[in-house]
């Protein structure tokens, strides 16, 4: 039992390692003007459009085989059949 413990804590630490290198990557100066020193924006995992900030985006994160994975999605809709998808190829 030890060793399972200690095993999910070792995921736990390395998953949330990767969790903050993404949000310090992802950081913006909250007071800058919207957009600005923005260099690279996210792209639909649905339809390949530059999410930026648009008011509909939305982000799908979940854990697979100990790895992080994040998609952001333009619309509901785009994200609803990403998840579409994915159920089906399971």
Known sequence: MATVRRTIDEVSISTKSRIDGMVA???VDPTSE???NVTET???GSCETPVG???DHR???WVEA???HTEHFCTPACRQEF???KSGSQ
């Open 25 to 27: 990557a992802m950081t």
């Open 34 to 36: 919207l957009a600005e």
């Open 42 to 44: 996210p792209h639909c």
């Open 53 to 55: 900030y648009d008011p």
């Open 59 to 61: 982000v799908v994160t």
């Open 66 to 68: 100990d790895t992080v």
């Open 83 to 85: 998840l579409q998808d």
